[in-house]
């Protein structure tokens, strides 16, 4: 059977119904499991019990959030092209009490040119999918990480069919509102393949990196960047 084909999605995240509707939405299970999986990988590359990581596409800087509440020695820089998104991480961080060690930068994740900083932890959730050509990410990724340095980087991956998505929206989405369901879909068909991400890593020079389904809609990307 033909595998379903990719239908991109708008990449940033910028208007206020959509903000709004996933600043509501609950993602707290699978952000805190993509913290867990981001300290766990850099633990693996030898960081230590102060690290700093760059979360790329953070919107409403959930994972950071989290990251520095498990670690409490880690500070992270949390970069999102959205405005609003950051407007909207900008209260969560001070919130939660965090802005001396989150730093929010607006900047496109696919050439941060001003960022010379290694980091010891390279981190994304849910952005690879928003991306028309995730090359230029790739090369970002590999860019920012000291040498040795870990990745994580976590996504949905594409089901098989359009009925399959819809299967999965119901699944975990059928209680939120029409909008938020709307936009879970449009990710899903967004997606890439376990299988195109592979091939994304081999151009980059990151073929090291292992890739992963771990649930039924996500994929994980972990390892360590080749000194
Ligand atoms: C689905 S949200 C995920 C947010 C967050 N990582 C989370 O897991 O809750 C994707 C985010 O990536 C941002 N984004 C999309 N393209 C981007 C780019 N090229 N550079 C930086 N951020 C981008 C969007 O604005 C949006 O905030």
């Not at 607006?106 to 941060?112: E, I, M, N, T, V």
């Not at 390279?122 to 990480?145: G, I, K, T, Y």
Request: proline share 5%; aromatic share 6%.
């Amino acid at each position: 059977m033909m595998a379903m084909a990719r239908v991109p999605e708008p990449e940033v995240m910028d208007g206020d119904l959509e903000v709004r509707a996933y600043r509501q939405a609950d993602f707290r299970a699978v952000n805190l499991t993509c913290a867990r999986r981001a300290l766990r990988a850099a633990d693996r590359a030898g960081a230590g019990s102060e690290g700093r990581a760059i979360d790329l596409g953070t919107g409403p800087a959930e994972i950071p959030i989290l990251l520095c509440e498990l670690a409490p020695g880690w500070r992270v820089t949390a970069v999102d092209a959205s405005r609003p998104m950051l407007e909207a991480a900008r209260w969560n961080v001070e919130r939660a009490g965090l802005a001396s060690r989150i730093r929010l930068v607006q900047g496109d994740a696919k050439r941060l040119r001003g960022l010379r900083r290694r980091f010891d932890l390279v981190l994304s959730n849910s952005l690879l999918h928003h991306l028309e050509d995730p090359a230029p990410f790739w090369r970002e990724v590999r860019r920012l990480a000291r040498p040795g340095g870990a990745v994580l980087v976590q996504d949905l991956f594409r089901p098989a069919s359009r009925a399959e998505a819809r299967r999965i929206v119901a699944r975990h989405a059928g209680g939120e509102s029409r909008l938020l369901r709307r936009l879970f879909y449009r990710s899903l068909l967004a997606a890439f393949s376990p299988e195109e991400v592979r091939f994304q890593l081999r151009v980059a020079g990151l073929g090291a990196l292992e890739v992963r389904r771990v649930s039924d809609r996500h994929l994980v990307v972990r390892g360590r960047v080749r000194p």
